[in-house]
């Protein structure tokens, strides 16, 4: 246990005994026990496996490559249609966790295969998503602002290009990229200041 990570279970109001459980599970599987992004990382050799974190509903196991995991009992979640590598196991209190035991050491071994056989998941490039017919428009017609966008690392352009996809009405799509052009332009990212 690594003591910087305490504050995370000491300062938890709610699911705090998941927390505590999944802790004594993971550490068991040897990893090492971090603090990233507020929540605890657990790595193999400073390559993450998997996280603790938790929500309103549920409180969650993240493996950061839980794509290549073969899921052999059918518990693991894509959280959303955009996330490639990432996958869930959600609970909503211990006997959940209790009764999963053996399941879950089971996956955390496997993830710790994965990592040591350096396997990679295969991201869908940039230019496999659809980028709104209203950006498209604009990158036509302003030079600057295609090239400003094409400079820009794939992980902006991708937060980009979910950004202005989300709202149903095209009004909305061009009001998200009308606010958004200065900051592409300058080179900046969806989330940069």
Known sequence: MNPKVDFFFDKATKWQKEYEQLRTIILDCGLTEELKW???CYTFQKNNIVLIHGFKEYCALLFFK???LHDAK????QQTENVQAGRQIRFTNVREITKMKTTLKAYVYEAIEVEK???KVNFKKTSEYNIPEEFQNKLNKHA?????FQ????GRQRAYIFY???PKQSKTRESRIEKC???ILNGKGLNDD
Do not use: N, R
Request: proline share 7%.
């Open 164 to 166: 202005f996809s989300q």
């Open 151 to 154: 400079a820009l690392t794939p």
């Open 66 to 68: 839980g794509a290549l």
């Open 144 to 148: 600057a602002l295609k090239t400003a």
């Open 74 to 77: 059918s518990v693991m979640i």
């Open 181 to 183: 052009m200065q900051q």
């Open 117 to 119: 056989a350096g396997l």
């Open 38 to 40: 507020g929540c605890p």
